[in-house]
C-alpha cells in the first residue's frame, strides 16, 4: 500500500467505496499478481495528485473474495471506478499513469 491508497475489506468496501461523498477509483489486486505491483507506484502517485476529489483504495482479492465476485472480476489487476455507489468505468492490466488519469477525470466530468 502507498501513501496515499488505502486498503479496504469486504467488510469495509461499501462504507468506504460504495457510500463514499466522492468517486472511488478501487484497484483490485493480489500479492502474488506481478502487474499488480508494477501498477502500485502509478495509482498512488495518481492518489495523491487527485486527493482532494477522488479516493484510491485496494483490496486484496485472496484476502477480501466477496467484492471481486460481487463485481465480476476475473482478471487483476482491475481497477473499477465508482461514483455514487455505481460502478462508473473498469480497466484491466497494468495501464499506464495517463490512463489511469483519463478514468479518474470521467468520474470529475
Known amino acids: 500500500m ?3 491508497t ?7 468496501f461499501e462504507a468506504e467505496v460504495l457510500k463514499s461523498d466522492k468517486p472511488v477509483l478501487v484497484d ?3 500479492e ?7 501498477l502500485g507506484p502509478t495509482l498512488d502517485e495518481v492518489a495523491g495528485e487527485y486527493k482532494d476529489k477522488v479516493k484510491v ?3 486484496n482479492i485472496d ?5 471481486p465476485s460481487q463485481f465480476g472480476v476475473r482478471s487483476i489487476p ?13 480497466s484491466l492490466g497494468n ?5 489511469v488519469v483519463s478514468l479518474i477525470k470521467k468520474a470529475l466530468e
Request: some cysteine; charged content about 15%.
Open 63 to 67: 484476502e477480501n473474495p466477496g467484492a
Open 95 to 99: 495501464i499506464p499513469k495517463a490512463q
Open 32 to 38: 502474488w499478481c506481478a502487474p499488480c505491483k508494477a
Open 6 to 12: 488505502t486498503n479496504v475489506t469486504d467488510a469495509t
Open 2 to 4: 502507498g501513501a496515499n
Open 57 to 59: 483504495v485496494k483490496i
Open 78 to 90: 482491475t481497477l473499477i471506478l465508482f461514483k455514487a455507489g455505481q460502478q462508473v468505468d473498469q
Open 28 to 30: 483490485f489486486w493480489a
